[in-house]
């Protein structure tokens, strides 16, 4: 079992930056992809940013690439989001996620979810 907490969420504005932290307990992030996720308000749920379990690939979604940076620190068992340049439509809960054999964008094959943190974007 893996237990996610997120932080790092708050207001900020438009052009501003933000930096999530997940922070795993429970078993070692080592062996884990990890993934970013953002739920806007009667939005589904969407893939935001990966990474592999070793940092060695990442993924992002169209929307964010050059503005977002996704990165781990496996002895800290830590996962982060860099988020630069930040725009409303980046306005949303974000949530980090655990999936156990590959980087993957697909929401549904992630194992382990966090609570989310809030992101909220002003014009």
């Known amino acids: 079992q893996v237990e996610l907490v997120e932080s790092g969420g708050g207001l900020v504005q438009a052009g501003g930056s933000l930096r999530l932290s997940c922070a795993a307990s429970?078993?070692?992030?080592?062996?884990?992809?990890m993934g970013w996720f953002r739920q806007a308000p009667e939005k589904e749920r969407e893939f935001v940013a990966g990474?592999?379990?070793?940092?060695?690939?990442?993924k992002y979604a169209d929307p964010v690439k050059g503005r977002f940076s996704i990165s781990r620190d496996n002895a800290k068992n830590t996962v982060y989001l860099q988020m630069n340049s930040l725009k409303p439509e980046d306005t949303a809960v974000y949530y980090c996620?655990?999936?156990?054999?590959?980087?993957?964008?697909?929401?549904?094959?992630?194992?382990?979810w966090g609570q989310g943190t809030r992101v909220t974007v002003s014009s």
């Open positions: 996620a655990a999936e156990e054999y590959e980087l993957t964008t697909r929401t549904s094959a992630y194992d382990y």
């Open positions: 429970g078993r070692t992030l080592s062996s884990f992809a």
């Open positions: 990474i592999s379990w070793n940092g060695g690939r990442t």
